[in-house]
């Protein structure tokens, strides 16, 4: 009775790994990969969780001592590629933030060379530029 409750416990869990990852939103190819992806994983998950020798079969057929072994080996390559992916991920945005910056520069001088105000030419008198503190600070009334 008590193998049942952890089974249940981890059958849970990885339906709701499950459910977190097909509420993706990447675009159609990448989510289907995701998905088939996911299903495999599904099914290896539950079937070693209600039957645990399952490991250790997968394990001696695929050359590995223990299942617990196989396990780590896959967790580990699953590991180093969720890296890799996020690695790619930051450098991507990293080069649409720098062309996001490089546009809104642009932006703003156009606006300023055609007579608009812009963010660094309407500053309120309240807040004074840059320039205006090398005269020294502003003087305290009490």
Do not use: C, N
Not at 80 to 90: G, H
Not at 111 to 117: S, V
């Amino acid at each position: 009775m008590d193998k049942i409750w952890i089974q249940l416990i981890l059958l849970a869990g990885v339906a709701a790994v499950a459910v977190t990852l097909t509420r993706s939103t990447a675009d159609a190819r990448h989510q289907a990969v995701r998905r088939v992806l996911l299903v495999g994983f599904v099914l290896v998950a539950a079937s070693a969780i209600l039957y645990p020798t399952f490991l250790s079969h997968l394990a001696a057929l695929v050359g590995v001592g223990r299942g617990t072994d196989l396990v780590l080996y896959a967790l580990v390559i699953a590991f180093l590629s969720y890296v890799a992916t996020m690695y790619r991920r930051m450098k991507m945005m990293d080069r649409r933030i720098t062309a996001l910056t490089r546009e809104i520069a642009l932006a703003e001088v156009r606006l300023e060379q055609a007579g608009y105000p812009t963010a660094r030419t309407s500053a309120s008198p309240s807040d004074p530029s840059p320039a205006d503190h090398t005269t020294g600070p502003p003087e305290r009334r009490p």
